[in-house]
């Protein structure tokens, strides 16, 4: 069982930016991959950006350029540095870990508003 806390969002204006964490109850170095995805009001959940075990990364193309996924193997949390959002942006955020075993645990959510 993996336990998962999303934290760092709220309130920013268009142009701003936030970073938002992921701390994990076990070591993220066994994960097969770990990822954000975002689902807006309406809308199917989406994936964001992933961060391979060999640390190779993808990312949405609405995102690349601005969004940044990173992992701390030694305090087991993983990032996203989120740089000039758009209110389009505005979503809840989910972290996510699929082990080797290709289980998958989620957190809660983080909320993210960009205002125009």
């Known amino acids: 069982q993996v336990q998962l806390v999303e934290s760092g969002g709220g309130l920013v204006q268009a142009g701003g930016s936030l970073r938002l964490s992921c701390a994990a109850s076990?070591?993220?170095?066994?994960?097969?991959?770990m990822g954000w995805h975002r689902q807006a009001p309406g809308k199917q959940r989406e994936s964001v950006a992933v961060?391979?075990?060999?640390?190779?990364?993808n990312y949405a193309d609405s995102v690349k350029g601005r969004f940044t996924i990173s992992r701390d193997n030694a305090k087991n949390t993983v990032y996203l540095q989120m740089n000039s959002l758009k209110p389009e942006d505005t979503a809840v955020y989910y972290c996510?870990?699929?082990?080797?075993?290709?289980?998958?645990?989620w957190g809660r959510g983080t909320q993210v508003t960009v205002s125009s």
């Open positions: 961060i391979m075990r060999g640390g190779s990364t």
């Open positions: 076990r070591s993220i170095f066994s994960s097969n991959l």
């Open positions: 996510n870990y699929l082990s080797t075993t290709r289980i998958e645990y």
